[in-house]
């Protein structure tokens, strides 16, 4: 008999204006509702509903309880009070297993004695010193795999340890002692799960950890405003403190950083291009995305780079019983996935997605192509006013392919291969046609993306909670854009190209039920080239850079004080050689329980960041904004260097959770030429830093089948360049408020979410009023005043969403979601410039507006088997 794996828990693991006025009376008026129904239930129905609201599982053989009926819930009970009335109604018995586990009997049960052997599911050795729980008696295991407890009571759960790791539960009757002790299957090979403290944080499927990061379960997720599909880098959004200020999916600004410094893994590979419609749509398939891990503080050691934070995307890493897979379609792209089990021990998971752009009509499409071209040469050319006939046509094309295998070689050994590549194109073309000239003017812009990674993991003992897992990847990025003018033969391109290898080895080692280490090695091998073409002046400008490090970290998790005190620290020390610079840097998370309801953390690290982007304004060829890696060491650009200090407070009383959170962050080596400044200083070259503190404050409110929620962040975002006058300035993403006020209603098939997003606007440079123009020698320049001196209009957003999920038969079931984004159509600016243009040798002042989507409706339709 072969039993899957089990993914061990640690054992001291715990349970974790008018728009807003009709969305609050939406939901006052069903919680009311809600309240005053006292028809009998199902104790079945109300057991999974307890668990899903305190984040407890109960334990219970099904045919003892399921025809007992009880009230509904009273929702303002806490978990002791609503187990205290079910044990009344229902003449039940709870008995705790542990701090999330649950017992559930009736009462007046009799005593048993029970025995077993317990087998290891992979080497098929009996299992020694593992320790067997029921109530308040214990024993172990002897060399053989043997135990016995006696006189238990009837029907109850027994919890099985194995290094302090639970490892399975399996009710007392099953192991009823006879003629023969019966066989007991547990697996060894584990994950190290942190302990949960915030259960559906913001909403179900996000929570907290004992680490301080937020984990995101793409399979238990619920629903957000304005999502179609479980986009990990769209729902990352709803958190306090991640914003993204140009209102794409991928460029996400992390407690006032810019987009490049929140670094993105895939599968632990780094990824250099994160998005789709130049950001508006994540590239990575919701669909394989099964879990996510959010630092923004106390990141762990064994991740480098991004001085803003890490956020690390985890594929499905379990073999199905049966072939899983689904195909789905919305108005921006079709997509299909499948995992295939080709036997117990080998899995090959294939996934595909395509743009969908050119009906006519298309609502999600058109807004798109606005957004990304608005003030640029495809959208202008109704702007000039040369006679003559003027043709154009366009393309734009994107798609995502991805491949995985894993494949269990031994009971201990387990290997895998992932592929991923992700490609964006766009090609333009304008034909122009008077009665003395004709031209065609081409253009094109491409970015490809692709990974390969190899990866062994194994579990190194029977009895040895010690387990490794090396990886070897190459990932390559390549964004190239030329322009070819056929009648003139004149081309002009340029490329931006990465290459970085790596390999990565990571073991983990829990010393006991308190303790666990982790350590680790990391190389990576980075390669940038640029190239620029032009054929006018017959040049080919090529610039070719490489940076490798070796990096060691080691770190632990410590729970002391009966786990009222849990430390998660770690040391990480990089080297890079042909650079001559190392950095040795400290990572730290406390969290502090102070009661049931009560906790308090302290977080502290230091990052460094050796690969960034500089945002490109003059040198595209479309007029759409690129970015090109490049990497700290040349060109006077330095390494980025984080120190961040944050404080908060976390209470979670009767459904309700309030977190806070109070941070300083300082970033130093950041560069005037690379931060996409559009006054005095665009063509400067100044090294400086900025500093944040901030604020973030969730409040969130779970009922019987509804969530609400409410996240402020409030940051001071600050610019200083020694070089510049004056020195001090806001930061182009000085946010200072952001506000979410949002919710979700499940009722029966459907699901249901509305929201409401408002924000500060963004700094933006004026011109000196009454002198808005300098002419120094015959040359006009904008006459500025000091950078940054004003600021945009506020940001307001109304976003909806609904689901309804459908069975087919027993083997297909389908969703259909519809998402509505910015209901009310409103003109949020998001960017503000002034360009210097010249009519009739006159020079003037333009003011340029950048907005934000309008009205864009979605739709999707997923067919699952």
Known sequence: MKTKPLQL?????????????????????????????????????VLKQVENTFDVKFSYIRRDLKDIEVPALNTSLNLQQTLETLSENGNLKFTRIDQRYIAVQLQQLQKISVCGILIDTESGYPIENAEISSNAKTTTTDSGGNFSIENITENSTLSIFINGFLARTINSQMLVRENNCPIVYVSQSYTYLPEVVLPNFITKGISK?????????????????????????????????IESADETAANLNVRGGTSDEFLILWDDIRMYQTGHFFGLISAFNPNLTQNVTIFKNGTNARYSEGVSGVIALESNNTIPENVEGGLGVNLTSANGYTEIPVSETFLLTLSGRTSINTGIGNPVYNEFFSKVFQNTIITNLQNNTSEGVRSTNEAFNFFDISVKALWKITDRDE?????????????FTERFISEETSSVLQSELQQQKSTNGFSWKRNWGTNNPFSSKLLVYQSNYNRTEFTNNIDL?????????????????????????????NAGYQYTDTNIENAVTNSNSNTIDTEDNSLYSNAFFIGG???????????????????????????????????????RNWRATLSGELKHQAIYQTINIRNNLLGVETRDWLLAGVTNNEILQSKQLGVGINYSPNNWIVATDIF???????????????????????????????????VNKKLENANIWLSYTFQDNTYNFPEVQPATFRNNLDINHS??????????????????????????????????ISIEEGESTINYNEPNNETLPSYFRSDFSAAYKFKIDETFRGNINLAIL?????????NRYYILETEEDTPTIQQVDEFSLGLTPNISLQLLF
Do not use: C, M, W
């Open 209 to 241: 950890n004992i680490e301080g990061a937020t984990t995101i379960s793409n399979k238990d997720f619920d629903i957000l405003p304005s999502l179609i599909e479980p986009d990990v880098l769209q729902i990352a959004q709803a958190l306090p403190g």
């Open 489 to 517: 033969a004149l081309l002009a391109s340029n490329q931006n190209k990465v290459t970085e290898k790596g390999i990565k080895a990571d073991v983990t080692y829990p010393l006991n039920k308190e303790t666990t280490l």
């Open 822 to 830: 910015n209901i009310f159509n409103r003109s949020n600016s998001l």
């Open 9 to 45: 828990s640690r054992r001291t693991l715990p349970n974790k204006g008018v728009t807003i006025l009709i969305f609050l009376l939406f939901f006052v008026s069903f919680s009311a509702v809600s309240q005053e129904n006292t028809t009998p239930i199902p104790l079945l129905e």
């Open 664 to 698: 300083l962050k300082n970033v130093t080596g950041i560069n005037t030429s690379n931060l996409g400044f559009r006054n005095q200083l665009q063509d400067t070259n100044f090294t400086g830093e900025y500093n944040v503190k901030g604020a973030e404050v969730s």
């Open 557 to 595: 998790n410590v729970s002391l004080f009966e786990g009222l005190t849990n430390i998660s620290a770690g040391l990480r020390y990089t080297n890079f050689e042909n650079i001559a610079s190392g950095f040795l840097e400290p990572r730290l998370h406390l969290d502090q329980k102070i009661d």
């Open 415 to 427: 290997i895998g291969y992932q592929f991923l590549a992700i490609d964006n194109k766009l090609n």
């Open 739 to 772: 506000v979410t006020l949002a919710g979700s209603f499940d009722y029966k098939d459907f699901s249901f979410s509305l929201g409401n997003t408002f924000k500060s606007g963004l700094p933006y440079t004026t011109p000196v009023a009454g002198n808005p």
